[in-house]
T-cell receptor, first 112, second 109 residues
Framework: DGGITQSPKYLFRKEGQNVTLSCEQN?????MYWYRQDPGQGLRLIYY???????QKGDIAEGYSVSREKKESFPLTVTSAQKNPTAFYLC???????????FGNGTRLTVT | GQQLNQSPQSMFIQEGEDVSMNCTSS?????WLWYKQDPGEGPVLLIA?????ELTSNGRLTAQFGITRKDSFLNISASIPSDVGIYFC?????????FGTGTRLQVFP
């Protein structure tokens, strides 16, 4: 089945450690996105990529980094510079400019 | 970042009741999307609207794209317990997507 796979579902890290969240899609979508969701809040855009080897900062990019070496993959690294990294992270993709966004099932990151 | 005004923020209703929620913006959009998110899961697309005035149904769900292109509403008829979740609207223009703040729906038997 086509879809977006995020792994792992739950991730625990100690403060000061970098951590990378995986996102893979087999929908042949060009554009991929990372959002952050805090409890009781909406979605905030971290980074997005409209094509391989290119990506742009979203509204809250500080403390995060991404890469887009393959069309199918858009990993997100949460660095130690991110002051409040504990959150629910959602990856999404879409096939064309005005088509709907499709989401993965999220990764819940807890940093202690 | 910019967010849409979505209301109500939360709703507590009895099973069988109808539900209505809406989103408004000061900006125009050329696409309106409605998503539902279950706890601990990613949002799932419910309805996509592409034309001002468009009225689209998906089972018990009906959504409309406002004539001014600055608003949209979602109605759920005859609610059931599995309708529980958070509903998000999203407006899209030239590929840029703006999300509403969400409506949390609770359905009591």
């Amino acid at each position: 089945d086509g879809g977006i796979t995020q792994s792992p579902k739950y991730l625990f890290r100690k403060e000061g450690q970098n951590v990378t969240l995986s996102c893979e899609q087999n929908l042949n979508h060009d554009a991929m996105y990372w959002y952050r969701q805090d409890p009781g809040q909406g979605l905030r855009l971290i980074y997005y990529s409209q094509i391989v080897n290119d990506f742009q900062k979203g509204d809250i990019a500080e403390g995060y980094s991404v890469s887009r070496e393959k069309k199918e993959s858009f990993p997100l690294t949460v660095t130690s510079a991110q002051k409040n990294p504990t959150a629910f992270y959602l990856c999404a993709s879409k096939g064309s400019l005005n088509s709907p966004l499709h989401f993965g099932n999220g990764t819940r990151l807890t940093v202690t | 970042g910019q967010q849409l005004n979505q209301s109500p923020q939360s709703m507590f209703i009895q099973e069988g009741e109808d539900v209505s929620m809406n989103c408004t913006s000061s900006s125009i959009f050329n696409t309106w999307l409605w998503y539902k998110q279950d706890p601990g899961e990613g949002p799932v697309l419910l309805i996509a609207l592409y034309k001002a005035g468009e009225l689209t149904s998906n089972g018990r769900l009906t959504a409309q794209f406002g004539i001014t292109r600055k608003d949209s509403f979602l109605n759920i008829s005859a609610s059931i317990p599995s309708d529980v979740g958070i509903y998000f609207c999203a407006g899209q223009l030239s590929g840029k997507l703006i999300f509403g703040t969400g409506t949390r729906l609770q359905v009591f038997p």
